[in-house]
T-cell receptor, first 113, second 110 residues
Framework: NAGVTQTPKFQVLKTGQSMTLQCAQDMNHNSMYWYRQDPGMGLRLIYYSASEGTTDKGEVPNGYNVSRLNKREFSLRLESAAPSQTSVYFC????????????FGPGTRLTVT | KNEVEQSPQNLTAQEGEFITINCSYSVGISALHWLQQHPGGGIVSLFMLSSGKKKHGRLIATINIQEKHSSLHITASHPRDSAVYICAVDTQGGSEKLVFGKGTKLTVNP
């Protein structure tokens, strides 16, 4: 099992460009998450999907959109990238929202210039 | 004030020492998680607990629900334990799901 995979691993964008971060899990988990990690701050939740067909905003959703394409895949889209979105992005999944461990992908390091 | 506070922020130890990392939280929780972030960036879950104590190898996690406090202990520390240790809580009724502490950076010197 690959667990949680993310693509790409690294990306450099210019301000205003758009891109989609892809995430897939092969553990048949119901819930998936997107986080960002910035220096000196804890991981912060951007969006999550409790189950296939549902998505909800987290703590820092502005500037992002998500799609739960199917049970395996959960993508994060930046429509018009800004330097403030320079960060490391982690996708995670869990069997359900509460009482279950989360499994993290390897992360995507995004730089917006 | 952050909902999840960890101490210390940085910790340097000599190989073999007993390590304690603390986590305090200010909200009602359904569970508390300890995570490890390797120097390469990968994050793995170490423990999830809602009461008492759990042990895995040289790692022990405890939680005191009444005092809203958890500790992560590492016995006989080793340089390969060098990592950032992150505490996170499942908030009761919250919309943010897991709320994370800022992490404790542990360096174990040989």
């Amino acid at each position: 099992n690959a667990g949680v995979t993310q693509t790409p691993k690294f990306q450099v964008l210019k301000t205003g460009q758009s891109m989609t971060l892809q995430c897939a899990q092969d553990m048949n988990h119901n819930s998936m998450y997107w986080y960002r990690q910035d220096p000196g701050m804890g991981l912060r939740l951007i969006y999550y999907s409790a189950s296939e067909g549902t998505t909800d905003k987290g703590e820092v959703p502005n500037g992002y959109n998500v799609s739960r394409l199917n049970k395996r895949e959960f993508s994060l889209r930046l429509e018009s990238a800004a330097p403030s979105q320079t960060s490391v992005y982690f996708c995670a999944s869990s069997e359900a929202l509460e009482y279950y461990e989360q499994y993290f992908g390897p992360g995507t390091r995004l730089t917006v210039t | 004030k952050n909902e999840v506070e960890q101490s210390p922020q940085n910790l340097t130890a000599q190989e073999g020492e007993f390590i304690t990392i603390n986590c305090s939280y200010s909200v009602g929780i359904s569970a508390l998680h300890w995570l490890q972030q390797h120097p390469g960036g990968g994050i793995v879950s170490l423990f999830m607990l809602s009461s008492g104590k759990k042990k895995h190898g040289r790692l022990i996690a405890t939680i005191n629900i009444q005092e809203k406090h958890s500790s992560l202990h590492i016995t006989a520390s080793h340089p390969r334990d060098s990592a950032v240790y992150i505490c996170a809580v499942d908030t009761q009724g919250g919309s943010e799901k897991l709320v994370f502490g800022k992490g404790t950076k542990l360096t174990v010197n040989p």
